[in-house]
Every structure is written in structure tokens, then in C-alpha cells.
């Protein structure tokens, strides 16, 4: 995460990034977080516009950085949030919890099971 936005390293041959190419619209869950955005491809890792990147991706995962970084096909993507969506539980009831970026709105609706 950098400056509002999610960055990642991949192949550009890789499933996911074909994928983006054709469709950039993403989702991306983790921890109960749901983050959809739209992806676009930067340039290589190695590139100097994404120094900042490199710095953190080898501060977290140093062989990784060794190993693929340098490659001809890997790139920086970029994820700009478009909304944001998580459960929160309130006296036991499930909440789910909605962050539109785009319209700047947030919800807090109760789960009807």
C-alpha cells in the first residue's frame, strides 16, 4: 500500500495479468477485506519511477526482489480502490461495512440472515 493505492509485482505472461490486461476491473480480498479497483500495468520493477516500490518490495520479501525483479517480463501493477467492503460484528449481529470511493459514501447495513 503506498499513497492510496496497492501495488504488486508479477509476470506479465502470468494468468492474473493477462486477465487485467483484458478486463482491468479487480477484486482483492484478504483478512475479511474485500478492495475492488482498477489494475494497470507500470513498468519494471527496476524501472526508476518505481524505486519507492522496489524499496519496500525488497524490505519484505528480499529474495523475491533477487529473483524476479530484473526480469524482462515482470511489472509493477498498480490497484486504484474504487470501493471497499468488510463485515463488522456490533453486539453480536453481523454489519457489513461499505466504503464507495467513487461516491464517497459510506454504509453500515445490518446482515439479514
Known sequence: FQDEK???QSDRTMQKAVHIKVNPFVSVCF?????????RELERPVHPCNKSFLQRFTAHYPHAAQEYSSMDN???YQITPTR???WRYIDGMPYQETFDIDARLYVLKQYEI
Not at 483478512?31 to 489494475?39: A, K, S, T
Open 6 to 8: 496497492i501495488y504488486f
Open 31 to 39: 483478512r475479511h477485506i474485500q478492495i475492488q479497483g482498477i489494475c
Open 74 to 76: 515482470e511489472r509493477v
Open 84 to 86: 471497499i467492503e468488510t
